[in-house]
């Protein structure tokens, strides 16, 4: 294993255990501030909204804290999209890795434009 792949490994666990600590941490915060972990699921927000249209805006960056849903996996992480799950492990360190030799991989994100 070469070293910068040796070091992107290393660094992926050590973001797992840190992520996995800190959903946690969220919980025991919203406890005491009465917020939610939750992500919201993304056909309740269309519903909620009325969303009907779709445009398509090319690639842009996009601060993570302003995604407050997910379209299939809301469940499977917190509001700060922290991993709610152990089985998340792999994908998680695999998804670091990437991010840390090649940059983070674009998304597909529906934004409330009113």
Request: proline content about 4%; hydrophobic content about 35%; aromatic content about 10%.
């Amino acid at each position: 294993m070469e070293d910068s792949s040796l070091l992107a490994h290393y660094e992926s666990q050590e973001k797992w255990t840190r992520a996995r600590r800190g959903v946690l941490v969220q919980r025991l915060v919203c406890t005491f501030k009465n917020c939610s972990v939750d992500l919201i699921p993304f056909e309740e927000v269309r519903t909620r909204l009325h969303l009907t249209q779709k445009y398509c805006r090319g690639l842009q960056d996009i601060e993570l804290a302003r995604i407050r849903g997910s379209v299939g996996r809301y469940r499977d992480f917190t509001s700060a999209f922290l991993p709610r799950r152990d089985h998340l492990r792999q994908r998680w360190e695999r998804v670091n890795t990437m991010v840390f030799t090649q940059g983070m991989p674009p998304i597909e994100v529906y934004v409330n434009v009113s």
